[in-house]
């Protein structure tokens, strides 16, 4: 029997060799598709349209031949075996679970009183009693405060009587392996069946860590009484189970209002059954609650300076504060600094290249997260090499390989130049594009603020590089690759993952809730998309 013969309603059975795991399903399924039926993780973060090249799998046919493809293209037509090549062992992700604080002082909504006459604890939110609990429990009150980025996930266990950070864990986010960036994750979610499917990815997830963090610190679950999501419009809709298709298009409004709350049983929360989710103000439909978040802990609404906030990732938002006055943009800069479009992208965990330099002699030094044989680049490795080849020349403005300056590194694999960082790794002149694409969107969204403001690069006296993808670059290299402009040189901060310090400040401290309210509401927002000179200086900081 052929291998590809044709089969119309017959049935095939997939087998997952890596997971032991198998499944029968009719032929003219695609493997990804069994795969998700399987319970196998395979991730097609540019949503199966086949582009990112992230979903490759080794597949055996039963006459033993075997072929690399990739599983969200390939249609079964008869019995298979697959081996995934994809690691999601959370474990090894390289997550920053902390950001810049201001001194926030513990003042919950959530309170308790111990009625000793009773032996009972009556619990209470903004002083509207919720219930009473058996024995004195008035000592056990806690919260969660979630960062969902469009990548990880990060959790944190707060004491809300102390406003103790007592435990974090982090993932990558699930609902990347369907959808990798915010608009293709607007589109996948924009039917019933869709949005279930990444709701209960992301909701099962948080559960999951919820509950280590809980058992680590012998915790029990139904005395976490309140939630603090913060992540940008898209996630929040998505985890709130509420379609995001209208911010897919014009007028882009969201269909979620926010500040709001919920019951954390609405949406299967496993936490105390009385327990609310706060979902802090989301300042425009693509400028969510993590750059609210950003704002409380770099308290740029209170500034006495003129301070230029960037979260880079797969959405570049910024906000420009000039004595307290803010300016926000958001620009979709696209995966490649995740290392979805990249050759050999991959995200931060053991064997990607997180570090590069070439000294005057032009000798390289790369560094391979757990100092072991490199497989492939993570983001932060990403920009340095760029940087590096740009401040050797070795790239021209253009984007192009010098074929003079890069020597013998200059290889042709599949007829196309590139890069050879080691004998396996190497970058190509389509990466190279992909940086230049990323780094022109945000450069334009920050260039356009500055003239919003009618202020020039050089007034600027402080950058805030924001985000756990952010914390792990180099001043240096943002500045050779034009991310940044050159005047910003000794200006700049990385202050990591301000989505969970400003989550915990929400969780902690009510007044600081009825603080951004407010503040939201004064912040100007640049629809960059509507100004119709964004394209030219889009196409103007293409050039390096």
Known sequence: MSYFKEKVNEMARIKFANENKEITAESAITIAQAARL????????????????????????????????LACQTTVKDDIIVYTQGNNDDNKLNVLTDGLKHNTKPDSRITKRYDESEDKTYVYADGIELCAEAHDTSRMIYGIAIDIGTTTLVVSLVDLITGAMLDTASALNPQARYAQDIISRISYASDAQGLETLHTAVINKINDLTSQIAARNQIDPSNIYETVFCGNTTVLHIAAKVNPKTLGFYPFEPALATPAYLPARAINLKISPIASVYLPPCISSYIGADITAGILSAQLHKSEGRILFVDIGTNGEMVFSDHGRMLAASTAAGPAFEGMTIEFGMRAEPGAIDYFKIDDAGNQTIRVIGNQKAIGICGSGLIDIAGELVRHKIVDANGKFDSAKAGDRLIAPNGKPAYRLTPDIYLTQKDIRQVQLAKAAIRAGIELLLHSAKLSAESIDAVLIAGAFGYHLREESLINIGLLPGTVRG??????????????????????????????????????????????????????
């Open 38 to 69: 399987a319970g196998v993780v395979t991730d097609t973060p540019c949503g199966g349209m086949g582009i990112c090249g992230k979903c490759k799998v080794r597949i055996t046919r039963p006459d033993g031949k075997e072929r690399i493809v």
């Open 491 to 544: 200006k700049v901060r990385f202050i990591g993952n301000t989505s969970i310090s400003g989550g915990r400040a929400f969780l902690i401290n009510k007044a600081c809730r009825a603080e951004m309210e407010q503040q939201v509401k004064d912040v100007t927002v640049l629809e960059l998309s509507a100004r119709p000179d964004f394209q030219d200086v889009f196409v103007d900081q293409l050039a390096f």
